[in-house]
DNA sequence: GAGTTTGAAACT
DNA sequence: CAGTTTCAAACTC
């Protein structure tokens, strides 16, 4: 290859050294800060992801993309605007990735000289594809997602690869990967016009882009294939989410998000790790992505890798566990944290599920892969899984995640269904948007990889009779406290769950009750009875809201007569009513469901700020505050409101973001995966994401440990699952 | 492990 | 949209 006119050519016109110099060092930074800017959206995505499959994508899209991007950089003019540039930068990290793992010697060297880049800034851009998932999220972009997550891990890696190497090699060590990038490159210079041109219109149009860079890929190469038909299914999911069916119709092609899905799916097992990679490759990314994807955060590259897992064990409880469990799971990881994170995936066992026994889920392509969500994720936001977008396709078919029951470890449990077939919410997987496995004892079950078509059909169903469906059951705001500083004990507080419970019987005190397994207090959305919610009663939440009405009617002359109707409502609650005003003025924290709800349009997103003064609210009584303020807050002012809601939320209308009001009244979770945030979804009684996954913060706080810290907390504000 | 309870999901 | 039925998880024994 090397010899080839061809190879010769890019040489010479090679811009790709400029970049990589420019890359290493600061260059990574950039990198990161650029896509921290561009990307709000994208955090959504990875939580939802299935590690494995996206492993398996990332692994064999890698390959492909490098070349094609590779070609790009050295077909590309070099006047790109900064942008571009910053594709580019992109682009080259992964096929330096690629390029390691064609030379293991250069990346193991790597590896000891680089540190993987920390924190939210390491955002993969992909991931914002998700976005929209809530859950399920996932699915979208894994294939871009894990990418970006490698692409993160090892851009580092190619800085030091590059200044010792010569680029040519790596080059070469590209090419030799994959012959086809010879007749790739020009159409991948096409592509990766594309791409490169402007990589936030990539993050938010990816979809598109994506599908472009596809079509002109498959054609040449059948490597290339795979990597594409992942990027579509990223595209097609995006643009789900985006709510822009245009963009899927037009650009996705079913076909080709079904080879990709068939070939996760199918080949699964057998590509694992690897198939897609040659030995070498297999080698270099076993220990690093291996773990990761053994942990179901999968893909996460080192330096992400904390954040992945930190990911992962939010997952973990976002998913089946009962919220308080998860959440301070999450919060002592949080704590503790980076250096646990640090940890190549083994610490993600303890959090992750996987002790190996289980097979983690697959989690559907399109769905929210929520799963990642899975097991994994609790939040998934996530899910992921998200709503349409997420239900669609996109989502790699991953493994399924292990659910923990209670925090025990014994999560992994799974469905036992009998007539539904595992193809309704009453199953967990499939409310999971993940395969049955193994450890489901259920009968006549169609949620497997072999009818994903059955599958992906019915949730589209299911989606379009309720968009929610899928989505988070529960909004967590508890790591945002983490940020403030809130008192970890007040999580539950902050969290709620987005449609309401219909508790009778249980009092909420059960896990019958979503609310209460969910870890979150009870709402004004509740419709339970005799609510004795532990972390947080319907009484109160009425009666904050009631107090909340009372003190907007003060507020606001104009509506006087209004004001007296609130108060009088207020005083039927007259004891609430003095719980709340004790604890209001302590407590501020916000109730980003309740926000949600009321604020339909979430425009602009600003970086998630922390929430005001949250400290020292028990939990119940902040739950009481934060009702009330966040009520207040979205009445006030949609800026204000905007400005703590997590920037998933803020994102404008696009169909990832949550309406606020279900057609019942009830509260209704963001689409995104956290979705996706998760995309996971719901999980029948179970609740997939518990949370929304966190995503990297926009700020770009690249601080190591402090980095992930904050972008967990972050996160918790953004409600992104990252 | 079988049976009961429970409340969400699905159906009408 | 409300009421009813179905379903499977959660729970109890």
């Not at 894994?142 to 010569?166: I, M, Y």
């Not at 025990?408 to 007539?419: E, P, V």
């Not at 508790?503 to 009875?529: A, F, P, T």
């Amino acid at each position: 290859m090397q010899d080839s006119p061809l190879f010769s050519f890019i040489d010479s016109l090679s811009p790709i050294e400029p970049l990589k110099s420019a890359y290493s060092g600061n260059g990574l930074q950039a990198y990161h800060q650029s896509l921290n800017v561009t990307s709000v959206s994208s955090i959504f995505t990875s939580p939802h992801h299935n590690a494995h499959k996206e492993s398996k994508l990332s692994k064999g899209s890698f390959a492909d993309y490098t070349e094609n991007e590779l070609c790009m950089e050295e077909g590309t003019d070099k006047n790109k605007s900064p942008t571009s540039s910053t594709a580019v930068r992109l682009f080259a990290c992964t096929s330096t990735i690629t390029r390691e793992s064609h030379t293991m010697t250069t990346c193991s060297v790597n590896e000891g000289i680089v540190d993987p880049p920390k924190g939210p800034n390491d955002l993969p851009q992909p991931g914002r594809f998700d976005s929209g998932s809530p859950d399920h999220n996932t699915a979208p972009c894994h294939g871009v997602s894990v990418r970006s997550d490698l692409k993160q891990d090892k851009c580092p890696k190619l800085e030091a690869v590059q200044t010792t190497n010569n680029t040519v090699e790596k080059r070469k060590c590209l090419f030799s990967t994959d012959m086809q990038l010879q007749d790739g490159c020009q159409p991948a210079k096409e592509n990766n016009e594309v791409m490169g041109c402007e990589w936030d219109d990539l993050v938010s149009v990816t979809s598109g882009e994506l599908l472009a860079f596809d079509s002109s890929m498959d054609q040449h190469h059948t490597g290339v294939q795979l990597a594409v038909n992942n990027a579509e299914s990223c595209g097609y999911l995006l643009s789900k989410l985006a709510g822009g069916a245009d963009i899927s119709d037009r650009t996705h092609p079913t076909t080709s998000s079904q080879a990709y899905y068939h070939e996760m799916v199918v080949g699964e097992d057998k590509t694992e790790n690897g198939q897609l990679f040659p030995e070498d490759k297999k080698t270099i990314l076993s220990e690093e992505i291996q773990d990761n994807i053994n942990e179901e955060n999968a893909c996460i590259p080192l330096g992400c890798k904390v954040e992945t897992q930190q990911r992962g064990v939010r997952r973990r409880c976002l998913v089946f566990e009962a919220a308080g469990y998860s959440h301070r799971t999450v919060q002592k990881e949080s704590a503790g944290d980076l250096s646990f994170s640090t940890c190549k995936g083994k610490s993600s066992a303890q959090n992750h599920r996987n002790p190996g026994k289980t097979p983690s889920p697959h989690v559907f392509r399109g769905s929210g892969s929520l799963d990642l969500q899975m097991d994994n994720d609790d939040c998934s936001v996530g899910g992921f899984l998200g709503n349409d977008h997420n239900s669609s396709q996109s989502s790699s078919p991953p493994k399924k995640r292990r659910k923990s029951d209670n925090g025990d470890d014994d999560s992994c449990k799974r469905c036992s269904c009998k007539k539904s077939k595992c193809l309704k919410l009453y199953c967990e997987c499939f409310a999971a948007g993940v395969y049955c496995s193994e450890p489901c004892s259920c009968q006549g079950c169609l949620n497997k990889p072999i009818h994903e078509e059955i599958v992906l059909s019915t949730r589209k169903q299911i989606e379009f009779r309720n968009p929610l469906a899928f989505a988070p059951k529960v909004i967590r705001m508890s790591e945002a406290g983490q940020e403030t500083q809130e008192d970890p004990k007040n999580t539950p507080a902050s969290a709620r769950h987005k449609r309401g419970c219909n508790c009778k019987k249980s009092s909420c005190l059960k896990k019958y009750c979503e609310c209460y397994q969910g870890g979150v207090g009870c709402s004004n959305n509740c419709r339970c009875e005799t609510c004795k919610n532990t972390f947080g009663t319907r009484d109160v939440a009425v009666s904050a809201e009631n107090e909340e009405m009372k003190q907007e009617g003060e507020q606001t002359e104009s509506c006087e007569k209004e004001k007296e109707n609130d108060q009088q409502k207020a005083n039927v609650h007259s004891e609430d009513h003095k719980l709340v005003e004790l604890v209001v003025p302590i407590t501020p924290p916000l109730d980003v469901s309740s926000s949600l709800l009321k604020q339909p349009n979430f425009s602009n997103a600003k970086p998630p700020r922390p929430c005001k003064a949250r400290s020292g609210s028990s939990s119940r009584s902040s739950k009481a505050s934060v009702t009330v303020q966040s009520r207040k807050i979205s009445k006030v002012g949609d800026s204000v409101f905007i400005e703590e809601m997590p920037d998933i939320l803020r994102e404008p209308s696009s169909p990832g973001i949550v309406k606020t009001c279900s057609p019942n009244g009830k509260r209704v979770s963001p689409p995104h995966n956290a979705l996706s945030i998760s995309p996971n979804r719901k999980g029948g009684r179970k609740l997939i994401l518990k949370s929304i996954p966190s995503f990297p913060s926009l700020v770009g706080d690249t601080n190591g440990g402090s980095a992930i810290c904050s972008s967990d907390s972050t996160t918790a504000l953004a409600l992104g699952p990252s």
